[in-house]
């Protein structure tokens, strides 16, 4: 599996909506390495253009060490998240660049490309032309001409360049939309595109920016007032970073892409320019990604993140400072983003969100029950896993049995969906249910009945298989916490497998449990119910 995030801008540093698009794709592709498949995940910054240009002057910094810098924070931000990417592509590398110039060549020599002047609209912070049109249909209260994405002002720009045929391609597009009703998740998202698609395309797409403009950029190799258009070269390293046109047989144990993640900001160039772009090279519809997965947007209560507003979050200071007295604040973060919202959906940010979810899911429920579970066989099996009961099951385990090795299934549909909260509320209602059946089957009187012993050992075992496949199926979402809970259960490091979720009774009957402190400490901020 080939799965990529964009590349990230790095005008500014990383906030909580980059994130979330890593977050979403590498819970993907953890998944994909649980079920014993191989996933490779990319990642990486995009780093030319003028509104990085603009940013390093601001800075008072070369563009090179500015972006140098920036590119950083980016690769701190995955390492504390546990984004476990597998290449890590900077679109000011030679090993980038030298595949733009000879893509840029290519099209040039085929004379696809065209030589003209644009006039139209430019927006700076999302770097895309807009016709008269398009910023025409953009509401904004102040009338003015504005981006119809971001709604910040556009500037009028005529300009020189060289162009990319859209229009005369759009039939093929249409065409192979037809016959890939999955190429875009979720459907909303294809119904936009299709219906997009039913209006004329703009004639052409620009590949290239002026030099006087823009210094920034990678040159383009056939004219040297021109550097690449940001968009062009950014969209390329998904294929350079796998050997595009340089490493045959690399690129085909890559290429196409499974799974790309975005915004639904930038549906439009990964669901039209980039499939264009990519048929423009002479890919055929076979070797077009299989999936494009755009996902909703992130506010602050009903608000836009934004500078001027002053409002934007940076995860570094929710995991250190929000989140300090969690000993996995990372992995707190990632449960509450991937289990807030529908994946798709737009969500709302808030601390006091994330401290109920805190509270409620993850101290309540799931901490409570592996503490509740792991402190019993510490006091009443001296700290060793009791067997499972000789003669099968009692009448009262087996829902809880049967829901813990169904959940594989229900997490195989969801992720099938990439539901994420799906996924991770058919796992917090196994936790739910076992902390119930805790209730029902009241360890502690069986502990001072004169023959309760064998119950209470069955029971407890009950109990370590369920926080088993728990620790398991958590992976993909909360890395830490699931090997923090499987290493309380003394698995050490045998790995973790999802179809050994399956597998029941699994664990070892008189294995030695290890530490279990708390897992979500309660602080001031975290309420009880
Ligand atoms: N550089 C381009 C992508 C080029 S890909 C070849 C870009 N970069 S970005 O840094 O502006 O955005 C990258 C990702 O972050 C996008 O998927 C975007 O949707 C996501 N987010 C940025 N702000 C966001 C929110 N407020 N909420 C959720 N995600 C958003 O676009």
């Known amino acids: 599996m080939y799965l990529t995030t964009p590349l990230y801008y790095v005008n500014a540093s990383p906030h909580i909506g980059h994130s979330y698009t890593s977050i979403a794709a590498d819970c993907l592709a953890r998944y994909y390495r649980l079920k014993g498949e191989r996933a490779f995940l990319l990642t990486g910054t995009d780093e030319h253009g003028q509104k990085i240009e603009q940013a390093a ?4 910094k070369t563009p090179q060490v500015f972006v ?13 998240l546990g984004v476990s990417y597998d290449d890590f592509i900077r679109t000011t590398e030679e090993r980038h660049q030298r595949v ?3 893509c840029l060549a290519r099209l040039h020599d085929e004379r696809t490309l065209l030589h003209t002047t644009y006039e139209g609209w430019y927006c700076t912070p999302c770097e895309t032309f807009w016709t008269q049109h398009d910023v025409e249909a953009a509401v904004v209260p102040s009338g003015s001409a504005a981006c119809p994405s971001c709604t910040r002002p556009v500037e009028q720009v005529k300009e020189d360049g060289w162009y990319l045929p859209l229009r005369e391609s759009q039939p093929w597009l249409q065409n192979f939309l037809r016959s890939h009703k999955t190429f875009i998740q979720p459907s909303s998202r294809f119904n936009e595109i299709a219906s997009l698609l039913e209006q004329p395309l703009p004639e052409y797409l620009c590949l290239t920016r002026p030099r006087q403009r823009v210094g920034w950029g990678i040159p383009v190799p056939f004219s040297e007032q021109h550097v690449t258009y940001v968009w062009f070269d950014a969209l390329l390293n998904y ?28 549906l439009r160039h990964h669901a039209v320019y980039w499939p264009i772009i990519l048929h423009a090279l002479g890919f055929s519809d076979e070797q077009m990604p299989r999936l494009i997965v ?9 608000q836009k993140m934004s500078k001027s507003l002053g409002n934007i979050i940076d995860p570094f200071v929710v995991i250190g400072t929000v989140l300090k007295d969690q000993p996995y604040a990372a992995d707190v973060y990632r449960y509450f983003l991937l289990r807030e919202i529908p994946f798709g959906q737009d969500g709302s940010f808030s601390e006091e969100a994330i401290f109920t979810r805190l509270s409620a899911d993850l101290a309540n429920d799931l901490g409570n029950l592996v503490n509740r579970t792991l402190s019993m066989v510490d006091r009443y099996c001296h700290g060793r896993l009791p067997a499972p009961a000789a003669i099968g099951c009692a009448v009262d385990d087996e829902p809880l049995r049967r829901s813990a090795v169904g959940l594989v299934p229900t997490i195989e549909e969801a992720m099938g ?6 996924a991770l509320e058919a796992i917090m209602r196994l936790v739910t249910q076992a902390n119930r059946y805790i209730e029902v089957a009241a360890p502690w009187k069986l502990a001072k009945e004169a023959d309760g012993a064998h119950r209470l050992h069955a029971v407890l075992n009950m109990l370590a298989e369920v926080t088993r496949v728990i620790s398991i199926t958590l992976e993909p979402f909360m890395p830490s916490v699931a090997q923090a809970i499987w290493q309380q259960l003394g698995c050490g490091r045998a790995p973790r497998r999802l179809q050994d979720a399956t597998r029941w009774p699994s664990l070892a009957s008189g294995q030695a449990i290890g530490p279990h402190p708390v897992l979500f400490p309660r602080s001031d901020s975290v309420s009880t119910p």
């Open 57 to 60: 002057i601001a800075a008072g």
């Open 417 to 422: 969906r990439v539901e994420f909260s799906e």
């Open 239 to 266: 294929i350079s970073a796998v050997g595009y046109g340089e490493d045959r047989e690399r690129f085909a144990a890559h290429w196409p892409a499974d799974v790309q993640f975005i915004g639904k900001d930038i």
């Open 68 to 80: 140098d810098d920036v590119a950083e924070r980016f690769k701190a931000l995955w390492r504390l």
């Open 100 to 102: 733009v110039r000879a």
């Open 294 to 302: 755009a996902h909703g947007w992130w506010k602050i209560g009903e």
